[in-house]
């Protein structure tokens, strides 16, 4: 097994931290949060911590051509959510490289703070054509920036 991802996942300052109310939907006909439905909570943290970490939007990103893939992902599930469950999710910038960033994230039931859920993911940068590409460097200052905090 890769230690690398069965070790805990850590999270880096800063953190961004998003509530999130599960809904029906979210869950299976056993009222659980479906295991599929944590990645897309993961890709809500993202999108809010570059929104209030960067300044940004994945949308802005799109328009100067970057388009991040998650090319890897890893979640480990601690314990279940249920329907109007409120949850938080933390996420953190863990490093980046000229190619690609990784994020962590952890997720706990807000009102007793039990770990839930925690994982992590990778992006690679690419264009629309889905070629590997640098990051822009304005946007490696800005992560680097982050990661000094």
């Not at 314990?79 to 994230?105: G, Q, V």
């Not at 640098?134 to 000094?148: E, N, S, V, Y």
Request: with cysteine.
């Amino acid at each position: 097994m890769n230690k690398k991802s069965s070790g805990p996942i850590e999270l880096k300052k800063p953190i961004h931290r998003l509530s999130y109310r599960v809904i029906y939907g979210d869950t299976d006909t056993g009222g659980v949060v479906y295991y599929g439905n944590y990645l897309r909570i993961f890709e809500m943290g993202r999108t809010e911590f570059l929104r209030s970490m960067l300044k940004t939007s994945y949308r802005d990103l799109e328009h100067e051509g970057l388009i991040l893939p998650v090319s890897e992902v890893y979640c480990r599930y601690k314990a279940p959510a249920h329907y109007d469950d409120l949850l938080e999710l933390s996420t953190s910038l863990e490093n980046f490289s000229k190619f690609s960033i990784r994020f962590h994230f952890l997720i706990h039931r807000f009102d007793n703070q039990r770990l839930l859920v925690r994982g992590y993911t990778v992006h690679a940068a690419t264009n629309r054509s889905g070629r590997l590409i640098r990051l822009p460097k304005d946007f490696q200052t800005a992560l680097a920036g982050i990661c000094d905090r």
